[in-house]
């Protein structure tokens, strides 16, 4: 069993919708990230959180917004995707974003955009 | 332009034979390099770390480092069909940027 859990498994959403993917770790880290992920693809760093601030975004369209509401969460809201964006989105943690620290991976939201 | 290199694959290994996955980096000042597998369709779990030159075991699992040659692989003995994945080199940069390889698909044939 992963320790980073990650809410919904799977979303199917209009081009329209308003939806967010939701992430939590008990691990006592200080770095979270978001990515993405297309088939035979590795993954696309998105965003990292470092201390609840947001560190790096990675030139990501606005229609994608991060939250950190606090040390063990992390949410990532969804508004007007393009079929494109139909994808694996992977939440992860670490200890913290410096470091030799691995990054732990949860179980990703499969998402398909209609 | 870092980059973290793996042969795509697929490698084709027996049952029972030893898999030998390599990756070469770009970054001369990194220092740290993971191996993650990823099975279709799942998110890729850690399978090790290594940071210093040399042979790290564990389990069926050795990964070994040549921070001279920069060049990092993972050795799997007694390859058993659920070895089957995709395996992803990962090393973090002097930048603490993780880089990733594009993966390389292993296939045990039983």
């Known amino acids: 069993d992963t320790e980073v859990t990650q809410t919904p498994k799977h979303l199917v959403m209009g081009m329209t919708n308003k939806k967010s993917l939701k992430c939590e770790q008990h691990?006592?880290?200080?770095?979270m990230y978001w990515y993405k992920q297309k088939a035979k693809k590795p993954p696309e760093l998105m965003f990292v959180?470092?201390?609840?601030?947001?560190?790096i975004n990675e030139s990501v369209p606005s229609r994608f917004s991060p939250e950190c509401p606090n040390s063990s969460l992390l949410n990532l809201h969804l508004h007007a995707l393009q079929p494109e964006d139909s994808a694996l989105y992977l939440c992860a943690s670490s200890q913290d974003r410096g470091g030799n620290q691995p990054q732990h991976f949860g179980d990703g939201t499969r998402l398909s955009i209609l | 332009q870092k980059e973290v290199e793996q042969n795509s694959g697929p490698l084709s290994v027996p049952e029972g034979a030893i898999a030998s996955l390599n990756c070469t980096y770009s970054d001369r000042g990194s220092q740290s390099f993971f191996w993650y597998r990823q099975y279709s369709g799942k998110s890729p779990e850690l399978i090790m770390s290594?940071?210093s030159n040399g042979d790290k075991e564990d389990g069926r699992f050795t990964a070994q480092l040549n921070k001279a040659s920069q060049y990092v692989s993972l050795l799997i003995r007694d390859s058993q069909p659920s070895d089957s994945a995709t395996y992803l080199c990962a090393v973090k940069d002097s930048n603490y940027q993780l880089i990733w390889g594009a993966g390389t698909k292993l296939i045990i044939k039983p």
């Open positions: 959180y470092s201390y609840e601030k947001l560190s």
């Open positions: 290594i940071y």
């Open positions: 691990m006592g880290h200080r770095a």
